[in-house]
């Protein structure tokens, strides 16, 4: 099935493909078995025909953005990672609309808008993460989220066809959406609405917030960002921290020193490290607190 897979997308030119690709090159813990195949379509198109001949063969597959909140095991991924990237980067400013393919980096975006004097991506101008992915997750900081400018986003549904989402069908609720229940749904594209602003005060309040990120947050070390979900109205840091975890170990992963939420690789970690302190972290805080922690980073193929 691989073989007939290989043979058409190679054929119809559909994009970047490679065999037994580590997935530790594609994600910010870098841990990650290879892949099978790893691709990238180069157009929205090429997205459509290879997940339509994907589902033809009934070929296994998983679609990724920049893999910042991900964590595959180091086992071979016997199907297709699809990857949304350079074929999804476009960005189109009609005034305060903005159209953004899904693979766009979200620091990337906020930066180009910014530069446009329009306001309102600002929350997410930390964010190492894909335009697909914080629609996915309905990513947000500083009690901002991606719902709160998302007009509507376009996605492969799992027909195989292109239809457009409102805000309201997408459902958004706190780092979730129902692009979380319909696995085999692809975010393609988004709408989003901004605010006019000025470019020297937008500039200034991503400077200060990157200074805070940069003071508060282990970003010189591999990680997905938070590790857990906050169970409202507490924090999960504070329960971690009150655990008394702050810096402790397993193989190469640790809880960051600087940042209770963050599981850091500290250079020689595996996914299997990562894992088992994301479970240990869990245990610890269910047995001192009554508290059960659930995990932002996405785990698959464990």
């Known amino acids: 099935m691989f073989k007939s897979f290989i043979e058409e997308y190679t054929k119809n030119n559909l ?14 813990f870098r841990v990650g078995g290879p892949a099978r195949i790893f691709v990238t379509p180069n157009s929205k198109e090429s997205l459509v025909q290879t997940l339509t001949l ?6 296994k597959y998983k679609v990724i953005g920049r893999g910042s909140n991900l ?41 180009r808008v910014a530069k446009n004097n329009l306001s309102g991506l600002e929350f997410i101008s930390g964010v190492p993460g894909s335009v697909g992915g914080a629609i996915y997750m ?10 709160d400018i998302l007009i509507k986003a376009l ?21 979730t959406s129902i692009l979380q229940d319909k696995k085999n749904w692809t975010v393609v594209e988004a709408v989003l609405e ?9 500039a200034e309040l991503m400077k200060v917030r990157k200074v805070r990120r940069i003071e508060s947050q282990p970003t010189n070390m591999p990680s997905a960002g938070s ?43 595996t996914a299997q490290d990562i894992y ?14 009554g508290i059960e922690l659930h995990p932002e980073v996405e785990m698959f193929n464990w």
Do not use: M
């Not at 180091?74 to 903005?98: M, S, W």
């Open 194 to 202: 901004l605010e006019p602003g000025n470019y020297e005060e937008i």
């Open 155 to 175: 996605v492969i549904d799992g027909e195989g066809q292109l239809i457009w989402l409102s805000n309201e069908e997408l459902e958004f609720a706190y780092r």
């Open 227 to 269: 590790t857990f979900r906050n169970p409202l109205p507490h924090y999960s840091w504070k329960l971690i921290e009150d655990s008394g975890l702050r810096g402790v170990r397993i193989g190469g992963a640790e809880v960051s020193k600087k940042h209770c939420n963050f599981i850091v690789n500290v250079g020689d970690a």
């Open 54 to 59: 994907i589902r033809e063969l009934n070929l």
């Open 71 to 111: 964590l595959p095991s180091d086992q071979l991924f016997k199907g297709i990672i699809v990857k949304c990237d350079k074929g999804l980067d476009h960005i189109e400013i009609n005034e305060n609309i903005v159209t953004v393919g899904a693979g766009v980096s979200t620091i990337l975006l906020a930066n």
């Open 276 to 289: 088992e302190l994301i479970q240990h972290v869990q245990s610890v805080v269910l047995e001192k607190h």
């Open 138 to 147: 309905n990513a947000g900081a500083y009690n901002k989220e991606i719902k």
């Open 15 to 28: 994009g970047l493909l490679l065999e037994n690709e580590p997935l530790a090159k594609h994600t910010t």
